[in-house]
């Protein structure tokens, strides 16, 4: 398979180069840019020095030579591509938020302040989020060629940790609350003064409190998972460290799940409250024992992103708070992997007819 | 004013000692160890060198040759110095959980494994958190020798941003969230796995998730600034930075201050939505109007750690949630200052009638 | 006093900004921008909030408001202003390299790529290094209006570790290796891609090799410490800290001053070896023994950029290598107190009669 | 091939096993520890969750199951491992300083304090730096069992920017001196204050100057470089990031390869230095050319560790002063890969006739 990446100078575009180039189905990959066209990828990006080697083409050419493509592109830039390559027949796997909202126009526009340019390509796309779409995946892909909407790094992130309570029945009324900390990573590689190191070294701050864009493809995705609307409230951070997404989930629970009354003065740890939480957390195992990607930790043991950094997986512990109504998820990914690239090529080899972790096997290291 | 530290060598206790040698009504420091007893402060700090010179003396001696006691030492430890101050009849400043639960030695004993000491002590004693008892550490301090609780870290910095919608009546029901990131000076002195820089920089990790002390303490807090039980839930993070806690609160409004059904889809921001939070923001600012270390940010902007470090500063940034029902407040304290040292100094200024300022008027640098 | 600070937006324009808030001689600031004329420090430094409040005004009503004049601007901007400054009778203290090589206008145009504006200004100008020129900028001042050309960051790091070898006749043949490591705050307020996050942090890397314009004004100030011309080789590295300079100095050992011969293996420590080093770092005690700012340090420590971080002093620890030829003394900085800003306001001290160290007498914290 | 890495708890022997297992040539591992036999790995390691999953055994019992042996334990405490793989006629890879001094034990002794153990195992042993020994290693190990006495991580950072100089006679009379910097992980997986978080964030400091057991194990590597003695001066550096040594090597120049005499004021960058510098590296590159993981690099950038992480690459930039004089060398590696576990398993390759490259493929990301 040649691989194509339109997009492949930015954060996400050369996170996929750097996982395709380790992919024993990949033999060849055709690099597009329209900023540094012309240019070399390894004398953009040194650390590849030695291992990728890549001439920065139209992205025309990159469709033209390719049997699947990546697009890293900022929101709207793509659509020509993906047209492009449904007429070529191949798959388009898009990393921007163009396919993420389906037939739903509306609210992409409302909170990307842009039409769809050929909304009939909506037909051919499908949400990338294997654990809850891998079979519609498939399906669609059996038809013809497929558009992958690859999803946000931090719906991602949030709607892992969710889905088995959804699904499972075991979350109450009430608001899911998402509150997330992220990388620098995750504000790509232009230079701003909200990533200039003096700035945001050594701090921990939110940002686009109320207002973040995510929070409507995160709605989706969870009504989707719930067969319902989930209210949610979700709230962004940016943490000074490389890579990673920590989400720590505020999930009501159903009566039947409590270990408590919503009442009264926090309690310390009992054995009541473990025993209830050790269900809990044996149904998140259970619902995730067939994913290759997600790891649901031991009890005792709480999600960290330092290990899961460079890897495609999604850390997940689970807890109780003090009364005993409310679970607490936390989860870890990989902002750049999981988050992205690594999710992109999960789907790749899922269109593809590829072992699902072809390509990210690697093991995290712990720093 | 001879001012005595005991357990100096500690990260809050050596804290306590940088800004005292700063202050201008401290004429002299007395530092107190129990490790450390017979070394200078100056050759455990090499920071200190040429500003602060002092030998590490027994606590005994610390009290008396002191006109006001500050302890910084594990729980349960400083009881006898507490007694020895309030039979001197001078002031005991405790940073540790002994004196803030008052007579609620059930619940200190529930969460700390340990009966209280000297229970008597608690009729001198009074939770040191100043915008909120401020006339009741004057009041007490006017009948006698005072000991005063020293909050704890977390407690400051959630509890300020929560009190002006307990106070004025803007909370609704449902539990209040406090989740909360720590810079790792929150873990003291003592190397530890979780402290080594291998294991804990550039990673974010929450960690006594619905099991950590501060939970029954800032419940007991909110209590007081609602008059009544406020439901609760906290969970606390380990960030890679070295000082300050950001507290991202969640709080469900009443039904008169919401902008919007919690039902339906994320809305994006809207001017009726600003509207709504303007009027949010000014109570915030006109409750906090005369408090001189509480920042109401401008409308706009977020609380962050790094622009309060080493100042005795709250800042607070006040946001709605995409449905309008739920108030996010953000505040950023310094841990080891407003949430420790600082703290205890402002109450020492308290009781001793000096300026509230005296000794903290430090500009926090943005690096 | 009124002083002025032209360029109050950048990073040491800030530093500026910041030290002389806190400084007990200065009753009021006016503040100069170019880029921000009209806007308030306060909403672009939200970290002053509630301390420094104030307009940004044009350059020149900075100069008619104020008793003093502080320019932290791009090289070759501030020249109009010191010639007002120097024509209305008041100091000019510029952290530019303007005024740092005196008459020699061919080595400044060498390196920094353009003339003298006014090249008349030298002769009421100084190298504002005190360690060094105390005595000469006083004798200036006392014959009317001075314009100190403020050393740079790495040079005045360098230079005061390498003075008392110099001017006690220590150092032998040979050149002098200046090995040093700033933070990112070096690098200015304006984002680039070395100074995004991503990018510099958890890496270190040297820049400038052979090539940093600090060479010239190190070389020159080495040249007047020693009388003669000293051979000098420097290289900068970017290291992932907000603030410090660490400068690792090899100075080979004159032969009275050697504890072996150059060549043979590496020999463990020795007694023999420390003798001779206590020897020297007692020479090096006694030549700044009444240096407000210069710490040498207890034998057997070593500088750290952390322990002078927000300080104004330059810490200095000396050692021999393993053959016993070659002194290697560490100074560590405060790159943007020492380093600009703090030695600044050092010099408008001396300028103006004020005790050397008012405004900055804040005692060091560890972190 | 089965692999046993004993010492696998500390963060090198983990290193080992996280790269072994990807190893296309190792079908399976055996762990062993003496602190935590009869533990799992995975369960100190949680990043190594779902991939790697092993019984941590006592050493004997690694011994006789494997084909290879790692050994990462304290210094003197392998020996009897070594002994027994060489009974039993397999390779013995030792990460400690053991096997690194061949037969000079005097010197050994004089910097770690203790003899060896059993003398006669030196016989087998040869020093694993493959860049300079590649041949002898297969020469040995053509001959029987093999005991790899791997280089330590400042040796094989300095060593490989200098060898080239030293073999192709451009470096002139007068100590070289390697001025580095490694990233935390070097102090090892015990916490200690040196590497507390709060004390080594945000600084830089240097230790052990003029005493690290790394210099007599340079010295000597350089004195097989150049066939005769090279005086050394080498200062280690801590810099607040997880992975990495930058080295930074300061090279006398023969005669016949300077640019400028040693006398004289830095002059800026030329043409004509340029020129010179170009036909150096242009030497450094030739000399390389077949190595796979020597990567020098283009002309006008610098080394840096943030480039080589996780992989197994030295990237060498070359510099000259301005004064033409000195060579100014820098390297990066990954003192946890090409320093300790990477260059461990290049030499299992190089023993069994794997490719060298053999589960060292990673391809570096920038952050």
Request: proline share 8%.
């Amino acid at each position: 398979m040649i691989a194509g990446v339109i997009g492949a100078t930015g954060y996400a575009g050369a996170e996929v180069v750097r996982i395709l180039a380790g992919h024993p189905e990949v033999e060849g990959l055709v690099l597009g840019s329209v900023s540094y066209e012309g240019e070399r990828i390894e004398n953009i990006y040194l650390n590849f020095q030695g291992k990728i080697a890549g001439l920065l083409e139209k992205p025309e050419q990159v469709v033209a030579a390719s049997g699947v493509v990546f697009a890293a592109l900022p929101h709207g830039a793509g659509e020509p591509y993906a047209k492009a390559c449904m007429e070529k027949g191949i798959p388009f796997i898009d990393l921007s938020a163009d396919f993420r909202f389906d037939g739903d126009e509306a609210t992409f526009t409302a909170w990307y302040g842009k039409p769809y340019v050929h909304p009939e390509l909506r037909r051919n796309a499908v949400y990338g989020l294997p654990e809850l779409n891998r079979a519609a995946i498939k399906a669609l892909a059996a038809k013809g060629p497929v558009i992958i909407g690859n999803p946000g790094c931090y719906p991602t992130g949030a709607s892992l940790g969710i889905y088995p309570a959804l699904a499972k029945g075991m979350a109450g009324d009430g608001p899911v609350i998402v509150d997330a900390a992220s990388g620098v990573t995750g504000g790509g590689r232009e230079p701003g003064r909200a990533y200039h190191f003096p700035e945001c070294s050594d701090s921990v701050s939110p940002y686009k409190v109320g207002a973040h864009r995510h929070t409507p493809e995160l709605s989706r995705v969870l009504g989707v998972m719930a067969g319902k609307p989930v209210p949610l409230i979700f709230t962004p951070h940016l943490a000074p460290m490389n890579r990673g997404i920590l989400s720590t989930i505020y999930i009501p629970l159903d009566k039947a799940h409590r270990s408590g009354p919503a009442s009264g003065a926090p309690r310390p740890p009992s054995s009541e409250a473990e025993g209830k939480l050790r269900e809990i957390r044996d149904r998140y195992a259970a619902f995730y024992k067939d994913e290759p990607f997600i790891r649901v930790l031991p009890a005792g043991t709480a999600a960290a992103t330092g290990r899961v950094r460079r890897s495609n997986f999604c850390d997940i512990s689970v807890h109780l708070d003090t009364s005993g109504t409310t679970l607490i998820v936390v989860t870890a990914i990989d902002n750049m992997v999981k988050g992205a690239a690594g999710q992109a090529v999960q789907n790749m080899n899922i269109l593809c007819g590829y072992p699902e972790t072809a390509g990210l096997e690697a093991v995290p290291a712990l720093f």
